[in-house]
């Protein structure tokens, strides 16, 4: 059993929480320090030992690169808490300069895996800071024995390039163990009134909001826009207003996350899988957890052509996949969405097995296992053998 470190930039993070929880079950030991976002508690970590490096600011990158620099060379203090772990799950690059760090207070170095989940627009400035950037990174990963990463495409266009460690992909599945109910596409059972359109989880695209309320005025009533999740209020001129104004979309704020996924879900034919956030770069190469999650829940995804998650959606021969978001486009493809094509496509959705968009026990296991053979460690049934 792996003694694993799990150091992250936001112990506020959900999804941070999920990650723990996933190396506990496939058979970890694991401690936990990061630092925490400013008036944001401290999410249930399911770890033996949490420890609080500093506070960090959204949107103030300065401030972010002190408590690293901090956090670097103050390790041999904080660390004390720790016991000598096998591995250390570097999460982003700042944590990885602080693993760095780290690897020096043991006579015998953990080993140190990379995990990298996005790849943030300054990493992919052609500019010095840019350039700066990678070089820094570049140099880091020469200490990594592996890379986590969640997209194909982030190897394909990225990392490939930037002479990463060996990889592991591992998608946004959802984690969701004792959750076994899933969503039921209504379509499947024919379609009354409106169809029904659901934008959910990371609400940061300002041309999906301006698209979507277009596209429902046009059509009069005939499609209805649901709107959940967290929206990024810094990227909106004016979200709420906007919403407050449009006469078919709707807010129905934040949703808890396993349990809220069956029924908002359930309650749409269709799901928007669209970002522009940082368009052409990590938009068109993440696979986003709302693909996951709604496919899952028997939700018709659309994407854009192009980008990794209209790839994905053909893979597995579901969805609709579209070549741009201008109002011509939207109408049309939602003016012919009869109930024999909603039904048609809902019927797609649900003949995938739902392994290819839940993450299981045995995927945990496995993760865990790489991770032991990373540091060298083998598990007992191979010591058995």
Same mark, same amino acid.
């Given at each position: 059993m792996p003694r694993i470190l799990y150091l992250v930039h936001n112990l506020s993070d959900p999804a941070v929480s999920r990650r723990l929880a996933m190396l506990r079950l496939g058979g970890a030991e694991v401690e936990i320090a990061g630092f925490r976002r400013a008036d944001a508690p401290v999410a249930d970590l399911p770890a033996e030992t949490v420890v609080e490096l500093d506070i960090t600011h959204d949107a103030r990158m300065l401030q972010r690169l002190l408590a690293t620099l901090k956090a670097r060379y103050g390790a041999k203090r904080w660390a004390?808490?720790?016991?000598?772990?096998?591995? $250390? $799950?570097? @999460?982003? #690059? %700042?944590?990885?300069?602080?693993? %760095?760090?780290?690897l020096s207070l043991w006579d015998e170095p953990p080993a140190l895996v990379y995990e990298c989940l996005d790849i943030h627009r300054l990493m992919l400035r052609q500019d010095r800071l840019g350039r700066g950037m990678r070089a820094v990174e570049q140099r880091l990963m020469r200490r990594a024995n592996l890379l986590i990463t969640s997209s194909p495409a982030f190897l394909e266009r990225y990392f490939d390039e930037q002479g990463a460690p060996p990889a592991l992909l591992i998608e946004n599945k959802v984690f969701a163990p004792g959750h076994d109910a899933v969503g039921r596409n209504s379509a499947l059972d024919g379609v009354e009134g409106p169809v029904q359109l659901g934008w959910f989880g990371a609400l940061r695209? @300002?041309?999906? #909001?301006? !698209?979507?309320?277009?596209?429902? @005025?046009? #059509? @009069?009533?005939?499609?209805e826009v649901t709107l959940r999740g967290r929206p990024a209020l810094t990227e909106f001129e004016d979200f709420h207003g906007t919403v407050e104004a449009a006469p078919h979309v709707s807010f129905g704020g934040a949703y808890r996350y396993p349990d809220d996924l069956a029924p908002i879900y359930s309650g749409v034919h269709l799901v928007w899988a669209i970002d522009f956030f940082e368009e052409g770069q990590n938009s068109a190469w993440l696979l986003p957890n709302r693909i996951y999650e709604g496919c899952l829940n028997g939700a018709v995804p659309i994407?854009? !052509?192009?980008?990794?998650?209209?790839?994905?959606?053909e893979r597995h021969g579901i969805g609709v996949v579209i070549p741009d978001i201008e109002q011509q486009t939207l109408v049309e493809l939602f003016g012919r969405m009869t109930p024999e094509r909603l039904r048609e496509l809902a019927g797609a959705v649900a003949a995938v097995g739902k392994r290819a968009f839940r993450c299981e026990a045995e995927e945990c296991v496995a993760l865990v296992s790489r991770l032991a053979g990373v540091a060298g460690i083998k598990r007992e049934t191979e010591l058995a053998a």
């Open positions: 004390k808490a720790l016991v000598r772990p096998d591995v $250390i $799950i570097a @999460r982003n #690059l %700042e944590m990885l300069a602080v693993a %760095e760090g780290l695209c @300002r041309k999906s #909001l301006a !698209a979507l309320d277009g596209v429902s @005025r046009a #059509l @009069r009533g005939k499609l994407a854009l !052509a192009g980008t990794e998650t209209a790839a994905f959606v």
